[in-house]
């Protein structure tokens, strides 16, 4: 009978320990849906855009004034702007936002650094953004870093440090980029004027 006691008792630990280990890892599931480049291992938003009707040179002249749309200031963030090859470089970031008091989101006092980097071709373009950082103290951290430690269990990081906001955060700024610059290549909408 203390037998048949010792065995439920260790199969419940042990289904237990098995829903712990399921629950943990659907937890960290939420931080990989970062694309990672299988060569870099490092974060990667790479796209190649079909753009009917563009040469590299008309997309590129276009390519810039969405920049110029999305950015603040984008002469000083653009590191690289040549037109004879099709490339754009320019050096962006995302300001973090935390849940206050009542919810309300405040900026928070660090910035995640990227590079965005968009070749223009003949009829396509491809954008690429890549680089993602916190600048701490003058010590980079990687949002690699944040991905690999964002784990039950692991104590790398603590509640305090709102690492799994964060990647929400920046996963979603960075499709609103995306999206927008996206958006911005399809052209401008003519408004066509009719007699009434």
């Known amino acids: 009978m203390k037998l048949k006691i010792n065995r439920k008792n260790r199969m419940k630990k042990l289904l237990s320990l098995l829903f712990i280990f399921m629950a943990g890892a659907g937890l960290k599931a939420v931080a990989q849906n970062f694309p990672i480049d299988s060569l870099t291992k490092k974060v990667s938003f790479v796209e190649v855009v079909q753009a009917p009707g563009?040469?590299?040179?008309s997309g590129f002249d276009r390519g810039l004034v969405v920049l110029h749309r999305m950015y603040k200031q984008a002469d000083t963030k653009i590191k690289e702007s040549d037109k004879d090859n099709g490339i754009i470089v320019l050096n962006g970031f995302t300001q973090l936002m935390m849940k206050g008091k009542g919810g309300i989101l405040v900026p928070d006092p660090d910035l995640v650094l990227y590079k965005l980097t968009i070749a223009f071709k003949n009829g396509k373009y491809r954008y690429e953004f890549t680089d993602f950082q916190q600048n701490?103290?003058?010590?980079?951290?990687?949002?690699?870093?944040?991905?690999?430690?964002?784990?039950?269990?692991?104590?790398?990081?603590?509640?305090?440090?709102?690492?799994?906001a964060n990647l929400d955060f920046v996963y979603d700024d960075i499709h609103k980029r995306i999206n927008e610059f996206k958006t911005g290549m399809l052209g401008d909408k003519s408004i066509e004027k009719k007699d009434w």
């Open 136 to 164: 701490r103290s003058g010590v980079p951290i990687h949002m690699e870093k944040w991905i690999e430690h964002n784990v039950p269990g692991d104590n790398f990081y603590t509640a305090k440090d709102h690492i799994q």
């Open 54 to 57: 563009y040469t590299k040179s």
